[in-house]
Structures are given as structure tokens and as C-alpha cells.
């Protein structure tokens, strides 16, 4: 959407991403939003999202957003960013090093898949010229990746109204089961973790060249189902 009408985020993560209350992500936050009808050089965003083109600032244009969406994939899967030594997000002078570094080994879990490599890999590819999500076929291209295969974009772009009822609606058979206990152990490490990180990233948030500007953010509160687990 906001692509096709040439706008580019920029500073796509987690701490950008809410949940509305039916259980979608909403991105939110477009202080580095900017319409680019051909590139732009500023440098702004987040050093571990920042795409080696807006790093080095030789112009660049929607494709940035398609780079950070390969890290924030990686650290969904990997629990921390790809370009960040030993987890120090303050040490912005190595992140950036590893970043323009083409032959920087990014490791993973054996658990990680050949397909869900594939698609980080080509988000996260060097040149935005071959970069997936900046070829020919656009967006298309990554709805049609193999790791998205068995994924229904289209009824995510319908929205909740196209099932006909509200998710979790026991009346109308929306209810699901609640996770388990050891699904929300995590789901409480892996957000208390983020919390910690996002402490640090708000100094670091870049905007207007040299200009640093903090996020604003606020201290995560845990859920009541979060609450005294592990």
C-alpha cells in the first residue's frame, strides 16, 4: 500500500508494530516516512534495520523497507537482530561495518528451514536492484516466496469482516485455544527482551544526517496472562 503510493517507512521493527484489537499489526510511527519519486539521502532509522544503501548514503528509495523486513523476520526466528556483534545494539560502528560487509556470515539455528533462509537471504540481498520486493514483481514477488506458500495473503488484505465474524466470536465458531503455559513463557522472555533492547535503540533512533532522536517509547507492561510466568 504505502509503497505503491512511493512511501517509504524507513524504520520498520517490532517496537513500530502494534496489534488493533482484532489481532492485526498495525504499522505505526511515520516520523521517517517520505514520499521518494526517485531516491533520497538522508539517513534515518535504526542502525540494525538500516539497509547498506541508506548506510553509505549514496541514495535510496522504498527498497530499505524490504531489507528491514528481512532482519525483523530473522529476529522474530532468532530472538535478536542479524548485524549486531554479541547482541551490543550500542555498538552502532560495527553494525554498520557488518551490514556493507556483502560476505558477513549470518548465522542460524538449525531449526530455521532451507525456504525461511531463502527468503531472509533475498530481502536481505546487497543490491536493491535484485533485492526481492524491489524486482518487477513488486510485493508479488514476496507473497509468492515459498516460505509464504501455504499463507492466505489475500484473505489478510480482506481483513477480519471477510470471515463474517470477529476472531475469538465463540458464537459464530471464531474461538481458538489459548496457548499454553510454555507458549507464554516465551512469549514473555522473547517481550521482556525486546523491552530491555528497546531501552538501548531509543538513543540511537537516527533522523536528519547526524541528528540523533529518541523514540519516545514507553516501558512495555505485561499482559495479565503474562504475569508471574516463568
Not at 506458500?149 to 465474524?165: M, N, Q, Y
Request: aromatic residues 10%; glycine residues 14%.
Amino acid at each position: 500500500y504505502l509503497h505503491a503510493r512511493k512511501i517509504a517507512h524507513r524504520d520498520l521493527k517490532p517496537e513500530n508494530l502494534l496489534f488493533d484489537r482484532e489481532g492485526y499489526l498495525k504499522l505505526v510511527d511515520f516520523g521517517f516516512a517520505k514520499v521518494i519519486k526517485d531516491r533520497t539521502w538522508t539517513l534515518c532509522g535504526t542502525p540494525e534495520y538500516l539497509a547498506p544503501e541508506l548506510i553509505s548514503m549514496k541514495g535510496h528509495s522504498t527498497g530499505v523497507d524490504w531489507w528491514a523486513l528481512g532482519v525483523f523476520m530473522y529476529e522474530l526466528l532468532m530472538g535478536y537482530t542479524p548485524f549486531t556483534p554479541r547482541g551490543n545494539v550500542t555498538d552502532t560502528g560495527s553494525i554498520y561495518s557488518n551490514i556493507q560487509n556483502s560476505a558477513f556470515g549470518i548465522d542460524f539455528l538449525p531449526e530455521v528451514g532451507s525456504t525461511a533462509r531463502s527468503l531472509m537471504g533475498e530481502l536481505m540481498t546487497h543490491s536493491p536492484l535484485v533485492r526481492l520486493g524491489c524486482r518487477s514483481g513488486g510485493a508479488q514477488d514476496v507473497r509468492e516466496h515459498a516460505w509464504l506458500s501455504a499463507f492466505d495473503t489475500e484473505a489478510l488484505l480482506r481483513g477480519p469482516r471477510s470471515s463474517g465474524h470477529r476472531r475469538g466470536d465463540r458464537s459464530r465458531g471464531g474461538a481458538r485455544s489459548p496457548p499454553g503455559r510454555e507458549g507464554y513463557q516465551n512469549a514473555a522472555a522473547y517481550l521482556t527482551s525486546m523491552q530491555e533492547r528497546a531501552g538501548a535503540r531509543a538513543a540511537l533512533s537516527l533522523g536528519g544526517g547526524n541528528m540523533f532522536a529518541g523514540d519516545g517509547l514507553q516501558r512495555w507492561e505485561a499482559p495479565a496472562a503474562l504475569k508471574g510466568i516463568g
